[in-house]
């Protein structure tokens, strides 16, 4: 366009040279022509108004100027062209005057082209600037809401406790919109074992079904999750295992599926009511995808296999240790989860999915607190227990016969615990140590009798957390375990003999994929054959964790 516009200043003021430049005996009408034709342009859209009003007023001062020097002209003609000669000597001076007429003119068109182009350029420019301002604008609002909504959705859950929002905050967000509350998240573990020895007969691991010379490679879990706050009150957490089962069977299990009721507005009284995790011991709650061992030590884990139970359970911690609970599983501490800082409430007790069967819950009772220093590191004490009666299952034993209950009758056996926690979290360095003393359901020495004995035992652990500048974690650990007593949740409640030792590391080359091999050596009885014999062995297992 602005190349246009100069061609056409150009021709303007060539054609009002060559105008000009006629001799007075010649008078042309050029300005109603030139505003003619400056209206016609202006009709087809080449010229814009305000273009039209400066080229018309520059043309009729141009007119006036021109008949101003015909006038002079014709009034100093019978002076100057008397004869041939005189008008011949006059015409040098005509010519001059044209020039500097010319010049004047040229100058003009060329001022008034500069002002058409700042003109254009100067509305161009802030129509575009007020375009790109309102642009920024919309883009400021949306990282600004955008932001607000990450920092929001992002308080709702955790992988184990309700929401900490208040309710003001809450239906703000999420007003009549309980389906928006819901997120899902699971992880998938891929693992393979390889028996190295074992003496005195198979090796059998309680939790492990790939942990014997039968198995190779396989899915351990396969978890999906669905949590949220359905309410502001009201709290849902749903998991599935598609590869559940203990000892390694596969199908499908619910692992958790239970409501949290909250009982005031800042969330800090709540009760936990459905299929969860049973509040006692630090390995029970701790995730398994957040676990560094492949498998839980068994003398925690005898007390509550599968770690599940349909239940009843009152929680209290206020909002900072609720927020500490939970920031210890996302700084990569790999805590418990938030199960609240003091819990009691009863169980049915006869283990994951299954009904009660003697009309006599379990009762457990735990109190823990996070200690933070002042230097950053965190120390968490605990102390549990529970008690009740359980009821085990029996079957015939190969030259014995079916073991009688001793003591239990149709009530069952004593089935009480009690329990210690201490866990320093890895800062770099962190240990971990547990421990629980009870009676339970045990096979007798000569297999004929089921009784209540006494058991003990515990595990310590540490560990070295290594994060690199990229990121990338390295975690090497070890952990010595020991167990002495029955194991209820097996046929016969056989005893249970353990002392392993067992050394690894876990190695996290992105959010999304942990790598974790460990290597195990020692004793334990294997409770799922009779006669239940003390295998000596060495085995390793690997396995690749997905998270999403």
Same mark, same amino acid.
């Given at each position: 366009?602005?190349?246009?516009?100069?061609?056409?200043?150009?021709?303007?003021?060539?054609?009002?040279?060559?105008?000009?430049?006629?001799?007075?005996?010649?008078?042309?009408?050029?300005?109603?022509?030139?505003?003619?034709?400056?209206?016609?342009?202006?009709?087809?859209?080449?010229?814009?108004?305000?273009?039209?009003?400066?080229?018309?007023?520059?043309?009729?001062?141009?007119?006036?100027?021109?008949?101003?020097?015909?006038?002079?002209?014709?009034?100093?003609?019978?002076?100057?062209?008397?004869?041939?000669?005189?008008?011949?000597?006059?015409?040098?001076?005509?010519?001059?005057?044209?020039?500097?007429?010319?010049?004047?003119?040229?100058?003009?068109?060329?001022?008034?082209?500069?002002?058409?182009?700042?003109?254009?350029?100067?509305?161009?420019?802030?129509?575009?600037?007020?375009?790109?301002?309102?642009?920024?604008?919309?883009?400021?609002?949306?990282?600004?809401?955008?932001?607000?909504?990450?920092?929001?959705?992002?308080?709702?859950?955790?992988?184990?406790?309700?929401?900490?929002?208040?309710?003001?905050?809450?239906?703000?967000?999420?007003?009549?919109?309980?389906?928006?509350?819901?997120?899902?998240?699971?992880?998938?573990?891929?693992? #393979?074992?390889?028996?190295?020895?074992?003496?005195?007969?198979?090796?059998?691991?309680?939790?492990?079904?790939? #942990?014997?010379?039968?198995?190779?490679?396989?899915?351990?879990?396969?978890?999906?999750?669905?949590?949220?706050?359905?309410?502001?009150?009201?709290?849902?957490?749903?998991?599935?295992?598609?590869?559940?089962?203990?000892?390694?069977?596969?199908?499908?299990?619910?692992?958790?599926?239970?409501?949290?009721?909250?009982?005031?507005?800042?969330?800090?009284?709540?009760?936990?009511?459905?299929?969860?995790?049973?509040?006692?011991?630090?390995?029970?709650?701790?995730?398994?995808?957040?676990?560094?061992?492949?498998?839980?030590?068994?003398?925690?884990?005898?007390?509550?296999?599968?770690?599940?139970?349909?239940?009843?359970?009152?929680?209290?911690?206020?909002?900072?240790?609720?927020?500490?609970?939970?920031?210890?599983?996302?700084?990569?501490?790999?805590?418990?989860?938030?199960?609240?800082?003091?819990?009691?409430?009863?169980?049915?007790?006869?283990?994951?999915?299954?009904?009660?069967?003697?009309?006599?819950?379990?009762?457990?009772?735990?109190?823990?607190?996070?200690?933070?220093?002042?230097?950053?590191?965190?120390?968490?004490?605990?102390?549990?227990?529970?008690?009740?009666?359980?009821?085990?299952?029996?079957?015939?034993?190969?030259?014995?016969?079916?073991?009688?209950?001793?003591?239990?009758?149709?009530?069952?056996?004593?089935?009480?615990?009690?329990?210690?926690?201490?866990?320093?979290?890895?800062?770099?360095?962190?240990?971990?140590?547990?421990?629980?003393?009870?009676?339970?359901?045990?096979?007798?020495?000569?297999?004929?009798?089921?009784?209540?004995?006494?058991?003990?035992?515990?595990?310590?652990?540490?560990?070295?957390?290594?994060?690199?500048?990229?990121?990338?974690?390295?975690?090497?650990?070890?952990?010595?375990?020991?167990?002495?007593?029955?194991?209820?949740?097996?046929?016969?409640?056989?005893?249970?003999?353990?002392?392993?030792?067992?050394?690894?590391?876990?190695?996290?080359?992105?959010?999304?994929?942990?790598?974790?091999?460990?290597?195990?050596?020692?004793?334990?009885?294997?409770?799922?054959?009779?006669?239940?014999?003390?295998?000596?062995?060495?085995?390793?297992?690997?396995?690749?964790?997905?998270?999403?």
């Amino acid at each position: 366009m602005r190349i246009i516009r100069s061609r056409l200043s150009h021709t303007l003021a060539a054609l009002a040279a060559a105008i000009l430049a006629l001799p007075p005996q010649m008078p042309v009408m050029a300005g109603p022509a030139m505003e003619k034709l400056f209206l016609l342009m202006k009709a087809k859209g080449t010229l814009s108004q305000e273009e039209y009003d400066m080229l018309v007023a520059a043309s009729r001062e141009e007119d006036k100027e021109r008949d101003k020097a015909v006038a002079a002209a014709v009034a100093a003609a019978p002076a100057t062209t008397s004869t041939p000669a005189a008008a011949g000597a006059a015409q040098p001076a005509s010519t001059t005057a044209l020039e500097k007429r010319l010049a004047a003119t040229e100058s003009k068109v060329g001022h008034l082209e500069n002002a058409l182009g700042q003109t254009t350029n100067a509305a161009s420019l802030d129509k575009r600037l007020a375009q790109t301002e309102s642009k920024v604008g919309n883009l400021e609002s949306a990282i600004s809401t955008t932001r607000g909504q990450i920092e929001d959705i992002s308080k709702i859950t955790d992988n184990t406790s309700p929401s900490t929002m208040s309710a003001a905050e809450l239906d703000t967000l999420l007003a009549d919109k309980w389906y928006e509350r819901l997120k899902m998240k699971g992880y998938l573990q891929v693992r #393979a074992d390889s028996v190295m020895r074992e003496d005195g007969g198979p090796l059998h691991v309680q939790n492990d079904a790939f #942990a014997n010379d039968q198995s190779s490679i396989g899915i351990r879990r396969g978890r999906l999750a669905f949590s949220g706050d359905l309410t502001n009150h009201v709290y849902l957490y749903f998991q599935a295992d598609l590869f559940g089962g203990v000892n390694g069977n596969g199908g499908v299990q619910a692992r958790d599926y239970y409501a949290d009721v909250s009982l005031d507005p800042a969330r800090e009284h709540r009760v936990r009511m459905g299929l969860s995790k049973v509040p006692y011991g630090h390995a029970i709650l701790q995730s398994s995808q957040n676990r560094l061992a492949l498998e839980r030590p068994e003398a925690i884990s005898t007390a509550i296999e599968g770690e599940r139970d349909f239940g009843v359970y009152y929680m209290y911690a206020p909002y900072e240790i609720r927020e500490r609970f939970k920031n210890l599983v996302k700084m990569g501490l790999r805590g418990s989860g938030d199960y609240g800082m003091i819990a009691f409430g009863a169980f049915a007790g006869q283990g994951i999915n299954k009904p009660d069967t003697n009309g006599q819950p379990h009762w457990v009772a735990r109190a823990t607190y996070p200690f933070e220093f002042e230097n950053g590191q965190f120390l968490e004490l605990g102390i549990q227990g529970y008690a009740g009666k359980f009821n085990t299952t029996t079957a015939p034993i190969p030259g014995v016969g079916t073991p009688a209950n001793g003591n239990g009758g149709n009530r069952g056996f004593t089935d009480a615990r009690v329990g210690i926690s201490a866990i320093l979290y890895p800062q770099p360095f962190g240990i971990e140590t547990e421990w629980n003393w009870g009676k339970g359901p045990q096979l007798s020495n000569d297999m004929r009798t089921i009784t209540s004995s006494s058991l003990s035992g515990g595990y310590v652990q540490a560990n070295y957390r290594h994060v690199f500048a990229n990121q990338k974690e390295l975690i090497p650990f070890a952990r010595w375990q020991t167990y002495n007593g029955g194991r209820k949740f097996a046929v016969n409640a056989p005893k249970d003999k353990v002392n392993e030792v067992g050394f690894g590391f876990r190695f996290i080359p992105y959010p999304e994929l942990e790598l974790t091999a460990m290597y195990m050596h020692g004793m334990r009885t294997n409770t799922n054959l009779a006669p239940y014999s003390n295998v000596n062995y060495d085995y390793v297992g690997i396995q690749a964790q997905v998270n999403f």
